[in-house]
C-alpha cells in the first residue's frame, strides 16, 4: 500500500512563472490536507479538501493560491506568479472517512524560487 | 483558537541518555495531541497520539508521552536515545473531526556519540 505521493520532490521555479504541486493521497482516503513548513518553522495549515469539495480554506493566501481535489486524480495546489517568499516546503496529507484524526504525510514538495 | 508552544529550539544529548522535549498547548475546548518526527529532506512520521483515555501514550521507536489537563502539556520522552533519533520532532493539537493540525515550531534533537 504505497504512501502518500507527492511531485515533484524538488521544484524550481522563476518569479512570476507558476507552480503546480501534485498530491496523490493513500489507497481508501478521500480528506487531502495542504501544509506550508517555511525554512526554520513548524508546518502551518493551509487547505483541507474532500473529493470535489474545499472543506476548509482558512490556511490559504487570498490571492495566487488555489486548490483542488477533482474526482478523478490527484489533488493540486497551484501558485501563480510566485514571489520569492513562496519558497518553502509544501506537504499533503491524507486521512480516511472512518479516521479523520489520523493524517499520513507524503514527503514534501520543495519550491524553490529564483 | 489552539496555540502549540514547544520550549526548547534545540536539544543536544548524548547517545544512551534520557531526554525529554516539550510542549505545552493552550486551548478552549478538548484537544487531541499528537508528536510527529521529521528526518532531513523527509516528510513528517507520527510518533504517538492522545485522544482519550489513558494519559500516558506509547509510541513507535521506544517514545512515549504523558497529557497533563491540568499543567496542559505533552511532553515527549525517551529512557534511552540512539544517533537514529536525530532529527526535528513537532508537537500538534487539533480540535477533532477533521486533522486540521496546529504545529509546533519544532525541536531539534541531536543526538551525539
Redesign the interface.
Known amino acids: 500500500n504505497a504512501g ?1 505521493m ?1 511531485n515533484p520532490r524538488h521544484l524550481v521555479r522563476r518569479r512570476g512563472q507558476e507552480a503546480r504541486l501534485r498530491c496523490s493521497p493513500m489507497k481508501g482516503h478521500s ?1 487531502v ?1 495542504w ?1 506550508r513548513q517555511l525554512p526554520e ?5 493551509m487547505v ?1 479538501l474532500q473529493k470535489e469539495n474545499i ?2 480554506e482558512s490556511g490559504m493566501p487570498k490571492e495566487r493560491f488555489s486548490a483542488e481535489f477533482p474526482k478523478e486524480g490527484p489533488s493540486i495546489l497551484r501558485i501563480q506568479q510566485v514571489v520569492r517568499g513562496d519558497s518553502a516546503a509544501y ?1 499533503c ?1 491524507s ?1 480516511h472517512l472512518d479516521s ?9 514538495t ?1 519550491l524553490t524560487v529564483v | 483558537a489552539q496555540s ?1 508552544t514547544q520550549l526548547d529550539s534545540q536539544v543536544p544529548v548524548f547517545e544512551e541518555a534520557p531526554v525529554e522535549l516539550r510542549c505545552n498547548y493552550s486551548s478552549s475546548v478538548s484537544v ?1 495531541l499528537f508528536w ?1 518526527v521529521q528526518y532531513p ?6 510518533l504517538l ?1 492522545y ?1 482519550s483515555g489513558s494519559t500516558l501514550v506509547k509510541g513507535i521507536n521506544g517514545f512515549e508521552a504523558e497529557f497533563n489537563k491540568s499543567q496542559t502539556s505533552f511532553h515527549l520522552r525517551k529512557p534511552s536515545v540512539h544517533i537514529s533519533d536525530t532529527a526535528e520532532y ?1 508537537c500538534a493539537v ?1 480540535r ?11 525541536t531539534r534533537l541531536a543526538v551525539h556519540p
Open positions: 502518500v507527492q480528506h490536507y501544509y518553522e513548524g508546518l502551518k495549515f483541507y472543506i476548509d506537504f496529507a486521512s479523520p484524526d489520523e493524517a499520513f504525510f507524503g514527503q514534501g520543495r | 502549540v487531541y510527529y529532506n523527509q516528510g513528517l512520521q507520527l497520539k485522544l513537532f487539533s477533532g473531526g477533521y486533522n486540521k493540525l496546529i504545529f509546533g515550531a519544532g
